[in-house]
């Protein structure tokens, strides 16, 4: 890597083996050889199969494993990384501004956040409880509570998945402003190939267990200009290149 490339580099992360022990069951080998790094200002999808070890490699970046070989660098604590999960995961006694205001530190938790309300459409339901909300509204207040703590690294874990069309539009469109108006750098883990070309400027693509880094695939076309043609031809050039983990 050029000293460019490592000074725009947010977070490296190098899994050279990550195995599971325990008592009277055999070891499995959940990753395997997987290394990638995120930069500022960039959406990268990481793709692959069921069980393929996304979740182990999602806790070894946020610090929660440490049970590895490899590194992550720098230490995940010290970077602002914040998660949204596919569950919401808010307190129904709570309404929709203090759900996002509890996710703060005690001494950021008065901080001014009409801006953020207002860019994730969620101004009118401030004073609302969660379950007055449908499932996609929902989602956009785990967004806001995760981006409440202004994280320089986003990590979402299938955050469309079971929202309609048109919600699950309105929602990839929320993480593409973020990352223009913010800057924030977003690892997205998902099994939806298409939403991915949409919205990515990187794909991993991993192997099934143990996850193997398969290849690294750049989208260099600017969102506004990938048409049904690029995307169909994309996704079928990887479908041939990579039938284990791109369906036709």
Same mark, same amino acid.
């Given at each position: 890597?050029?000293?460019?490339?490592?000074? !725009?580099?947010?977070?490296?992360v190098?899994?050279?083996?990550?195995?599971?022990?325990?008592?009277r069951?055999?070891?499995?080998?959940?990753?395997r050889?997987?290394?990638?790094?995120?930069?500022?200002?960039?959406?990268?999808?990481?793709?692959?199969?069921?069980?393929?070890?996304?979740?182990?490699?999602?806790?070894?970046?946020?610090?929660?494993?440490?049970?590895?070989?490899?590194?992550?660098?720098?230490d995940?604590?010290?970077?602002?990384?914040?998660?949204? $999960?596919?569950?919401?995961?808010?307190?129904?006694?709570?309404?929709?501004?203090q759900?996002?205001?509890?996710?703060?530190?005690?001494?950021?938790?008065g901080?001014?956040?009409d801006?953020?309300?207002?860019?994730?459409?969620?101004?009118?339901?401030r004073?609302? $409880?969660?379950?007055a909300? !449908?499932?996609?509204?929902?989602?956009?207040?785990?967004?806001?509570?995760?981006?409440?703590?202004?994280?320089r690294i986003?990590?979402l874990?299938?955050p469309?998945? !079971?929202?309609d069309?048109?919600?699950?539009?309105?929602?990839?469109?929320?993480?593409?402003?973020?990352?223009?108006?913010?800057?924030? !750098?977003?690892?997205?883990?998902?099994?939806?190939?298409?939403?991915?070309?949409?919205?990515a400027?990187?794909?991993?693509?991993v192997?099934?267990?143990?996850?193997?880094?398969?290849?690294?695939?750049?989208?260099?076309?600017?969102?506004?200009?990938?048409?049904?043609g $690029?995307?169909?031809?994309?996704?079928?050039?990887?479908a041939?290149?990579?039938?284990?983990?791109?369906?036709?």
């Amino acid at each position: 890597m050029s000293a460019a490339g490592a000074e !725009s580099t947010l977070l490296t992360v190098r899994v050279d083996r990550k195995v599971y022990r325990r008592a009277r069951t055999e070891p499995v080998e959940a990753v395997r050889g997987l290394a990638f790094s995120l930069r500022p200002a960039e959406i990268t999808c990481l793709i692959g199969p069921s069980g393929a070890g996304k979740t182990t490699t999602l806790r070894i970046l946020l610090g929660l494993d440490h049970d590895f070989e490899g590194a992550v660098t720098p230490d995940p604590n010290a970077v602002g990384i914040a998660m949204v $999960f596919q569950d919401p995961r808010l307190l129904p006694w709570r309404t929709i501004e203090q759900n996002v205001r509890l996710g703060l530190p005690r001494e950021r938790r008065g901080r001014d956040l009409d801006g953020l309300f207002e860019a994730l459409g969620l101004a009118p339901w401030r004073d609302r $409880f969660p379950g007055a909300l !449908s499932l996609g509204m929902q989602r956009r207040v785990a967004l806001a509570r995760a981006l409440a703590l202004e994280p320089r690294i986003l990590v979402l874990d299938e955050p469309f998945v !079971s929202l309609d069309d048109a919600a699950a539009a309105g929602l990839r469109a929320l993480v593409v402003e973020t990352v223009a108006r913010m800057g924030t !750098s977003i690892l997205m883990v998902t099994h939806n190939v298409g939403e991915a070309l949409e919205i990515a400027d990187r794909l991993l693509l991993v192997s099934a267990r143990p996850a193997t880094l398969l290849a690294t695939v750049p989208l260099d076309r600017p969102r506004g200009q990938r048409d049904r043609g $690029f995307l169909e031809s994309t996704r079928a050039d990887l479908a041939a290149r990579f039938p284990g983990v791109i369906a036709q």
